[in-house]
């Protein structure tokens, strides 16, 4: 069973910065990307940033030259750096992979549980 793991919400003030973590973990065979969204009280969910396997980027306009994206070594974890928060950045977080589990016959997409973001002074 494959499972998304966020870690590293939580309340900060404007101009502050924040780290969310996200594990992929079960019997994973690949993973062909990993990404982040969000969704704030009232809105659609929304892409904030996604990686390839590969490393290559891509980044909301909203958030670019702010946000970063970066994957572990074992590829299976992947890293949004936060900084310059701005209160329009409050949401929930999810962490969203496509990857191929073991015993199925193709890249399917995966949920974390969300992870909430507060940016308020």
């Known amino acids: 069973q494959v499972q998304l793991v966020e870690s590293g919400g939580g309340s900060v003030q404007p101009g502050g910065s924040l780290r969310l973590s996200c594990v992929a973990s079960g019997t994973i065979f690949s993973i062909r990307g990993m990404n982040w969204y969000r969704q704030a009280p009232g809105k659609q969910r929304e892409l904030v940033a996604s990686?390839?396997?590969?490393?290559?980027?891509n980044y909301a306009d909203s958030v670019k030259g702010r946000f970063t994206i970066s994957q572990g070594n074992a590829k299976n974890t992947v890293y949004l750096q936060m900084n310059s928060l701005k209160p329009e950045d409050t949401a929930v977080y999810y962490c969203n992979a496509e990857l191929w589990a073991i015993g199925l016959p193709k890249y399917t997409e995966y949920w974390g549980q969300g992870t909430q973001v507060t940016v308020s002074s």
């Open positions: 990686i390839t396997r590969g490393g290559s980027t």
